[in-house]
């Protein structure tokens, strides 16, 4: 069947070809427009538009061409007022004619792989990812008898298979899931290569029958290429799937939910007392029996209840570690749960707070249990003696005060930090990196149906950002304000400053840091309340001298303290007179290196503007600027020649050179008889005239021959070749 196209038949397959090059399947990208002046690509990219819904390569290729056509009919227009030059007007009309011909062939590669490809490739991968979505579904979540997702009557939440559940081993299920997957992909790939076999005969049909064995063997290394781009493709979904089967097994997602935050917090609690009870009860244990001991016996009541007071502190102190560290595990273990959950935080919140009364509870009565100890202690022991009883009293309002503080301080500074500031400042970060992804992944697929649905994710994250950073400011307002005084400018500080974001700190070590602070708000309470004791004491009237002494020694303290900060005060004035000099010198260095920047300045816009008006020369005229340049200067020469051959006697030129020939001769010949003078009688140049030398040589007698003759001889031919020389000068200045 004989068809007649604009364009060859053998092109088509070429095409072909280089469709396969670029491996399908793959996205084909075609330059927006040429570089070529005032060239409008919209009627071009219009008439592309309407070869594309073509089904016909012909046609396509007539749609296409006449797009071409179109858009170079009204470049040209534009060119006959822009280019003055034919050759170059030309020239660009080349580079139009290529750049059409490369688009033309990115085009029609892209509509050939959307003809043949693009409808098939996009319905298996949805195929595939169906089928890797039953997999997950069966593989991920309890179902019931109808294949349905079972959820949880509590929580209202799918219910996941949880790690180490009877029946579900993750290995198992894990080779499963692949087993299910390669199936699905070898059907997926069979289905594309059937469907490339059967694309061979429309393609071969574009072609004469003698060319069609020779690209039949092209086109099926083709269709090889296409099977494994497509299936390598096919591979990283795959790949894509399986790594979010792993992460949903394998994350405890079921803790995060209210019904298990129960459980989870529950366990922590009853460990973690269980295990603080079982250290510090033994110790309050052998204290009783201790007191037991005491009463049954008939020893010294005042060595016995001063040893037992010792090892009461002592043991309660280490009481009070083992409660401190078992706070500490507590928030360290609720901190991770905070850092797992992100937005099933509030699910799971009331149950640590009910668990954290738990451990309060738990606490308070073993401090309850030691106070009875205490008191029966002390019922025993203070009337042994005065020195006893002052101690005993001493150590119970030491015991009443400092569980007055920890009942009523720590727990609440704890939490308000760890349910506000934190978990606002981890969902802003979450925020910000969930917008930052789906950002990214908008800007490679803004042109596809998902746009809508990811630009909804954003708006979405944006909220939560502005919502959770507003909370995390407040909080910080608040953490500064109430409990910077007591807790210090140090860790919290550094914690709280403003701009500082979660990589800067551990979790941990923070919540560890924040427990410390408690602790050192307990030391600065304890050091006001003995300063409170000092100023009772010294208000006293028995204790009037020890007051005298203690303030002239403070007095001593403060004085030495001043001469101290007084010496440091006169080496910082002395540091900042040198560094006021150097400064000085330093800005009048400045000033001379700014003004020395400032001529670079002006010459440097001198050169920029010779620059400019180069460039804009080059851009606007490039050769024939420098051509009519040269004309000028070519017609200032020819001016200046012509005036040089009008040689005449009449002319201007003539004239002048006549004039300076004549003062030269004039001044050469008074030059000539100054010189034939000075000869002739002498002078400043030669000392002995002619005449002298003649009546000298008169005067002398030579034998053998006559010597007048001889010099009168001499002096003839001296004065010829002097005649002679300036004749010569004379001649060549006149020429």
Same mark, same amino acid.
């Given at each position: 069947?004989?068809?007649?196209?604009?364009?060859?038949?053998?092109? @088509?397959?070429?095409?072909?070809?280089? /469709?396969?090059? !670029?491996?399908?399947?793959?996205?084909?990208? &075609?330059? =927006?427009?040429?570089?070529?002046?005032?060239?409008?690509?919209?009627?071009?990219?219009?008439?592309?538009?309407?070869?594309?819904?073509?089904?016909?390569?012909?046609?396509?290729?007539?749609?296409?061409?006449?797009?071409?056509?179109?858009?170079?009919?009204?470049?040209?227009?534009?060119?006959?007022?822009?280019?003055?030059?034919?050759?170059?007007?030309? #020239?660009?009309?080349?580079?139009?004619?290529?750049?059409?011909?490369?688009?033309?062939?990115?085009?029609?590669?892209?509509?050939?792989?959307?003809?043949?490809?693009?409808?098939?490739?996009?319905?298996?991968?949805?195929?595939?990812?169906?089928?890797?979505?039953?997999? +997950?579904?069966?593989?991920?979540?309890?179902?019931?008898?109808?294949?349905?997702?079972?959820?949880?009557?509590?929580?209202?939440?799918?219910?996941?298979?949880?790690?180490?559940?009877?029946?579900?081993?993750?290995?198992?299920?894990?080779?499963?899931? *692949?087993?299910?997957?390669?199936?699905?992909?070898?059907?997926?790939?069979?289905?594309?290569?059937?469907?490339?076999?059967?694309?061979?005969?429309? /393609?071969?049909?574009?072609?004469?029958?003698?060319?069609?064995?020779?690209?039949?063997?092209?086109?099926?290394?083709?269709?090889?290429?296409?099977?494994?781009?497509?299936?390598?493709?096919?591979?990283? %979904?795959?790949?894509?799937?399986?790594?979010?089967?792993?992460?949903?097994?394998?994350?405890?997602?079921?803790?995060?939910?209210?019904?298990?935050?129960?459980?989870?917090?529950?366990?922590?609690?009853?460990?973690?007392?269980?295990?603080?009870?079982?250290?510090?009860?033994?110790?309050?244990?052998?204290? *009783?029996?201790?007191?037991?001991?005491?009463?049954?016996?008939?020893?010294? !009541?005042?060595?016995?209840?001063?040893?037992?007071?010792?090892?009461?502190?002592?043991?309660?102190?280490?009481?009070?570690?083992?409660?401190?560290?078992?706070?500490?595990?507590?928030?360290?273990?609720?901190?991770?749960?905070?850092?797992? &959950?992100? &937005?099933?935080?509030?699910?799971?919140?009331?149950?640590?707070?009910?668990?954290?009364? #738990?451990?309060?509870?738990?606490? $308070?009565?073993?401090?309850?249990?030691?106070?009875?100890?205490?008191?029966?202690?002390?019922?025993?022991?203070? =009337?042994?003696?005065?020195?006893?009883?002052?101690?005993?009293?001493?150590?119970?309002?030491?015991?009443?005060?400092?569980?007055?503080?920890?009942?009523?301080?720590?727990?609440?500074?704890?939490?308000?930090?760890?349910?506000?500031?934190?978990?606002?400042?981890?969902?802003?970060?979450?925020?910000?990196? +969930?917008?930052?992804?789906? $950002?990214?992944?908008?800007?490679?697929?803004?042109?596809?149906?998902?746009?809508?649905?990811?630009?909804?994710?954003?708006?979405?994250?944006?909220?939560?950002?502005?919502?959770?950073?507003?909370?995390?400011?407040?909080?910080?307002? @608040?953490?500064? +304000?109430?409990?910077?005084?007591?807790?210090?400018?140090?860790?919290?500080?550094?914690?709280?400053?403003?701009?500082?974001?979660?990589?800067?700190?551990?979790?941990?070590?923070?919540?560890?840091?924040?427990?410390?602070?408690?602790?050192?708000?307990?030391?600065?309470?304890?050091?006001?309340?003995?300063?409170?004791?000092?100023?009772?004491?010294?208000?006293?009237?028995? &204790?009037?001298?020890?007051?005298?002494?203690?303030?002239?020694?403070?007095?001593?303290?403060?004085?030495?303290?001043?001469?101290?900060? /007084?010496?440091?005060?006169?080496?910082?004035?002395?540091?900042?007179?040198?560094?006021?000099?150097?400064?000085?010198?330093?800005?009048?260095?400045?000033?001379?290196?700014?003004?020395?920047?400032?001529?670079?300045?002006?010459?440097?816009?001198?050169?920029?503007?010779?620059?400019?008006?180069?460039?804009?020369?080059?851009?606007?005229?490039?050769?024939?600027?420098?051509?009519?340049?040269?004309?000028?200067? #070519?017609?200032?020469?020819?001016?200046?020649?012509?005036?040089?051959?009008?040689?005449?006697?009449?002319?201007?030129?003539?004239?002048?050179?006549?004039?300076?020939?004549?003062?030269?001769?004039?001044?050469?010949?008074?030059?000539?008889?100054?010189?034939?003078?000075?000869?002739?009688?002498?002078?400043? %140049?030669?000392?002995?005239?002619?005449?002298?030398?003649?009546?000298? %040589?008169?005067?002398?007698?030579?034998?053998?021959?006559?010597?007048?003759?001889?010099?009168?001889?001499?002096?003839?031919?001296?004065?010829?070749? !002097? =005649?002679?020389?300036?004749?010569?000068?004379?001649?060549? %200045? @006149?020429?």
């Amino acid at each position: 069947m004989s068809r007649s196209y604009s364009f060859s038949q053998f092109q @088509i397959i070429s095409w072909m070809i280089l /469709l396969g090059s !670029l491996l399908l399947p793959c996205n084909l990208f &075609s330059q =927006n427009k040429p570089d070529i002046w005032s060239f409008d690509s919209q009627v071009l990219d219009y008439q592309f538009n309407r070869a594309d819904r073509e089904i016909d390569p012909g046609r396509w290729m007539e749609e296409a061409r006449y797009g071409i056509k179109v858009a170079q009919s009204l470049w040209e227009e534009y060119a006959m007022g822009m280019f003055d030059d034919s050759s170059q007007r030309q #020239q660009a009309s080349v580079e139009f004619n290529q750049w059409s011909e490369t688009e033309l062939e990115n085009h029609f590669t892209q509509w050939l792989f959307k003809r043949f490809f693009g409808a098939e490739t996009g319905f298996l991968s949805s195929a595939l990812s169906k089928e890797t979505e039953n997999a +997950n579904k069966s593989l991920i979540y309890h179902l019931s008898a109808e294949g349905r997702i079972q959820y949880d009557a509590a929580a209202n939440d799918p219910l996941i298979i949880r790690p180490g559940e009877e029946g579900h081993e993750w290995q198992k299920d894990l080779t499963e899931w *692949q087993i299910k997957t390669e199936k699905s992909l070898d059907n997926v790939i069979q289905l594309f290569e059937s469907h490339i076999i059967g694309s061979y005969p429309e /393609l071969l049909a574009f072609l004469e029958k003698d060319k069609r064995d020779e690209f039949g063997a092209r086109l099926g290394n083709l269709g090889i290429k296409a099977s494994l781009s497509f299936q390598n493709e096919l591979k990283s %979904i795959i790949s894509r799937e399986e790594r979010y089967f792993t992460a949903r097994r394998l994350g405890d997602n079921y803790s995060l939910r209210k019904k298990s935050e129960n459980e989870s917090a529950e366990l922590t609690v009853i460990r973690l007392i269980e295990e603080a009870n079982q250290s510090v009860s033994d110790r309050l244990l052998a204290l *009783q029996k201790k007191i037991e001991t005491a009463e049954a016996g008939a020893e010294d !009541l005042v060595l016995e209840g001063s040893e037992w007071l010792f090892q009461y502190r002592t043991q309660f102190e280490r009481g009070l570690d083992a409660w401190a560290r078992a706070e500490e595990q507590f928030f360290i273990r609720r901190m991770q749960w905070e850092q797992d &959950s992100i &937005s099933n935080y509030f699910a799971g919140e009331e149950a640590w707070n009910r668990a954290f009364d #738990q451990f309060e509870t738990a606490r $308070q009565n073993w401090e309850l249990e030691a106070k009875r100890l205490f008191d029966s202690g002390e019922a025993l022991f203070k =009337n042994a003696s005065e020195t006893l009883e002052k101690s005993i009293v001493e150590a119970r309002a030491e015991f009443e005060r400092d569980a007055l503080l920890r009942s009523s301080m720590g727990a609440d500074k704890a939490k308000a930090w760890a349910d506000i500031y934190f978990n606002s400042g981890y969902m802003v970060a979450q925020a910000k990196e +969930n917008i930052a992804f789906w $950002q990214e992944k908008y800007d490679t697929e803004k042109d596809s149906n998902n746009s809508l649905k990811i630009m909804e994710e954003i708006n979405n994250w944006t909220g939560l950002y502005d919502f959770y950073y507003d909370k995390a400011i407040e909080a910080r307002e @608040i953490l500064i +304000n109430e409990f910077s005084m007591v807790m210090g400018t140090g860790t919290l500080a550094e914690i709280l400053k403003e701009g500082v974001s979660r990589e800067d700190f551990f979790l941990d070590e923070y919540q560890i840091e924040l427990i410390r602070a408690k602790a050192a708000a307990s030391y600065w309470e304890k050091r006001t309340e003995i300063a409170e004791a000092v100023v009772q004491y010294a208000e006293d009237f028995t &204790s009037g001298r020890l007051t005298e002494a203690e303030g002239i020694k403070a007095w001593e303290l403060a004085k030495s303290e001043y001469n101290s900060a /007084l010496s440091r005060y006169e080496e910082s004035m002395m540091w900042l007179k040198d560094s006021g000099e150097e400064i000085i010198t330093a800005r009048e260095n400045m000033e001379e290196a700014a003004n020395k920047l400032k001529e670079s300045e002006l010459k440097l816009d001198s050169l920029n503007k010779v620059y400019s008006d180069y460039m804009a020369v080059f851009i606007a005229g490039k050769k024939e600027y420098f051509i009519r340049k040269i004309d000028e200067k #070519q017609n200032e020469l020819d001016a200046i020649y012509k005036v040089l051959d009008d040689f005449n006697k009449d002319s201007l030129w003539y004239t002048y050179l006549t004039s300076v020939c004549q003062l030269e001769l004039m001044n050469y010949h008074d030059f000539r008889m100054e010189i034939l003078k000075e000869i002739e009688h002498g002078g400043q %140049i030669y000392s002995i005239s002619l005449t002298e030398l003649e009546e000298e %040589i008169k005067n002398f007698q030579e034998p053998n021959y006559s010597s007048k003759p001889v010099i009168s001889k001499i002096v003839n031919e001296w004065q010829i070749k !002097l =005649n002679e020389a300036a004749t010569e000068e004379l001649r060549d %200045i @006149i020429n």
